[in-house]
Nanobody, 127 residues
Framework: EVQLQASGGGLVQAGGSLRLSCAASGFTFDDYAIGWSRQAPGKEREGISCISVSDGSTFYADSVKGRFTISSDNAKNTVHLQMNSLKSEDTAVYSC????????????????????WGQGTLVTVSN
């Protein structure tokens, strides 16, 4: 059974940090890319980061570049998203998903290409 388990969300003050984790099981982790997206109330889903586990390539949305860092722990089949300098506009439900490659083309995210999705984890940033 394929599972993606997202964790690490919570309430943090603006300027603070959180680390999200996405634990994967049921598929060959090394053959996949793991991405994070978020959705705030009343807004469209926004792709924010992705890592190709096989070669370590990483991608970031401009809105998080320089503040968020994605990494993979291949021994634990887990991808982390370190989020620093959080802002109130980062408040959203964050979800991780897996595909054979990061579904990002010409700066557009094709979320429907993700094969597997985890449940979301809520991040709330207070001013």
């Amino acid at each position: 059974e394929v599972q993606l388990q997202a964790s690490g969300g919570g309430l943090v003050q603006a300027g603070g940090s959180l680390r999200l984790s996405c634990a994967a099981s049921g598929f060959t982790f090394d053959d996949y890319a793991i991405g994070w997206s978020r959705q705030a109330p009343g807004k469209e889903r926004e792709g924010i980061s992705c890592i190709s586990v096989s070669d370590g390539s990483t991608f970031y949305a401009d809105s998080v570049k320089g503040r968020f860092t994605i990494s993979s722990d291949n021994a634990k089949n887990t991808v982390h998203l370190q989020m620093n300098s959080l802002k109130s506009e980062d408040t959203a439900v964050y979800s991780c998903a897996a595909d054979e490659r990061c579904p990002l083309y010409d700066s557009m995210w094709f979320f429907h290409e993700y094969d597997y999705w985890g449940q979301g984890t809520l991040v709330t940033v207070s001013n």
